[in-house]
């Protein structure tokens, strides 16, 4: 749902403030910033403005969003929580680097100015990266480093590399002093790719194409590196059905040679149309996992799953003991009730022996099951093949260990709930890192 609150307007000095935002010092934490963004739209280099009356509302809502999402899925960012206006953020001081880093999945806009051999909407099967130099007067040149020669070459965006030439420098420095180096650039692509991969899938669960993406990065109090400022409307394009005619970001503004009334109000209605959109990226309550066990001696095994199912605090779950074999109108009863309460819901399955449980409830319920059974020593593990041999018609999946059972039963949930997926692309992503830090 979106926030309710009343905005405000802060009496406060300002620490900055740039086109859209305003930045204020946060008065209870010195490590602590607030950002207020601004009901102004730019276009031009801030040549071009306009009002756009809830615009500071729609960006901080949909950028928290975002930012939440990141979060989940363990890419380091510098968001703390929502502020006490609509339009406001409580965020991670930081020192922020001149840089605005794009990743592109479909060629658009002016990268068919520096690229005219390639067709604009070419989708790139791999992330095209680039990095701009945040400078309105120079306005904001490509930027590349050089390994040969040790520069920073900069170009002009409009025209192709050769063409566009400007000019090349040793350093480039924070307003700290602090000298970039050419290895915070790789990192910043790895975190960037990583961020466009959640939000074109998390735009995707909504049929729009998420064409392309510009982010900006700092350093924390310890100079680790972080995705800061904002990721709102103005921050890339959307083409439901991948169509560009039905565009709902910032391109709408820049394309207008002027601006009436009406067409305020309908890029108006875009953006807040796209705030209202992510509220789905944090959508909290994932569905429910019921792990229902054949018997009391099976208890082990289910706080085995219940274990691995707590890394993923959007699933409820709930545990019941009944027996296919020996109760099996108790089965039926829990299921009917519990199918009429959960529009989201997966059943584990625990019974060893016999395993008469997991096949009974995939015939009870349109919902999935999952066949957990505990593992036997006794006649040589061949109880496992009254999990595997079901009868025909059944879509019961079988898994030998609990932490698979919980995996599945989460990726089955993902499928409605980006948070729950965000948390597997980071189990994931924590699973390849530690298998590469492995090595010496």
């Known amino acids: 749902m ?8 802060p009496k406060v000095r300002k620490i900055a403030e740039g086109k859209t935002k305003i930045i204020y010092p946060f008065p209870r934490n010195k490590s602590l910033v607030r950002i207020v963004h601004k009901d102004d739209i730019t276009a031009g280099d801030g040549v071009k403005r306009d009002i756009l009356p809830g615009k500071g ?12 999402l990141l979060t989940a899925a363990g890419v ?5 929580e929502d502020g ?18 794009v990743a592109r999945r479909i060629a658009t806009g002016s990268y068919l100015k520096r690229n005219p051999q390639v067709s604009e909407g070419h989708r790139f099967e791999d992330l095209v990266t680039e990095i701009f130099y945040k400078d309105d007067s120079k306005h904001d040149p490509l930027v590349e480093y050089d390994t040969q020669t040790g520069e920073w070459v900069f170009f002009n965006a409009k025209f192709p590399k050769r063409a566009g030439f400007m000019e090349t420098v040793k350093q480039i420095k924070l307003q700290t002093g602090k000298v970039i180096k050419p290895e915070t650039v790789d990192e910043m692509f790895t975190i960037l790719r990583d961020v466009f991969i959640i939000l074109e899938h998390a735009w995707a669960s909504h049929n ?21 400022d904002v990721i709102d409307n103005d921050s890339w394009r959307l083409w439901p059905g991948g169509e560009k005619e039905a565009m709902l970001d910032k391109q709408v503004y820049r394309n207008l040679v002027s601006t009436t009334k009406d067409d305020l109000d309908a890029i108006a209605r875009k953006y807040q149309l796209v705030s209202e959109l992510t509220d789905n990226f944090v959508k909290a309550d994932a569905g429910a996992v019921v792990i229902i066990a054949g018997s009391g001696s099976d208890a082990e095994w289910v706080e085995k799953i219940e274990k691995h199912l707590s890394g993923f605090p959007r699933i409820n779950v709930q545990k019941i003991v009944a027996s296919a074999h020996k109760t099996p109108e108790y089965v039926s009863r829990w299921v009917k009730s519990l199918d009429s309460i959960n529009a989201k819901l997966v059943y584990i399955a625990v019974a060893g022996r016999s395993n008469a449980l997991g096949a009974y409830l995939d015939f009870a319920t349109p919902n999935p099951v999952i066949n957990c059974p505990p593992y036997s020593e006794k006649y040589s593990g061949v109880d496992i093949f009254s999990s595997l041999r079901l009868p025909s018609g059944s879509g019961t ?5 609990p932490e698979a059972a919980a995996i599945a039963a989460a990726k089955i949930l993902a499928e409605n709930n980006l948070l729950t997926w965000a948390t597997l692309f980071k189990f994931q992503k924590d699973l390849r890192n530690k298998i590469i ?4």
């Open 437 to 440: 830090s492995a090595n010496p």
């Open 2 to 9: 979106a926030r309710t609150k009343i905005q405000i307007k």
């Open 397 to 401: 999946v079988t898994v030998i260990e």
């Open 76 to 80: 380091p960012n510098h968001f703390v």
């Open 57 to 68: 509302v729609w960006s901080s809502t949909t950028s928290s969003n975002c930012f939440k």
């Open 84 to 101: 006490k206006s609509q339009n406001e953020q409580i965020v991670r001081r930081s020192n922020m680097i001149p840089f605005e880093v």
């Open 208 to 228: 729009i194409t998420l064409v392309d993406l510009k982010i900006e990065f700092g350093f924390d109090v310890k100079g680790s590196l972080m995705v800061a």
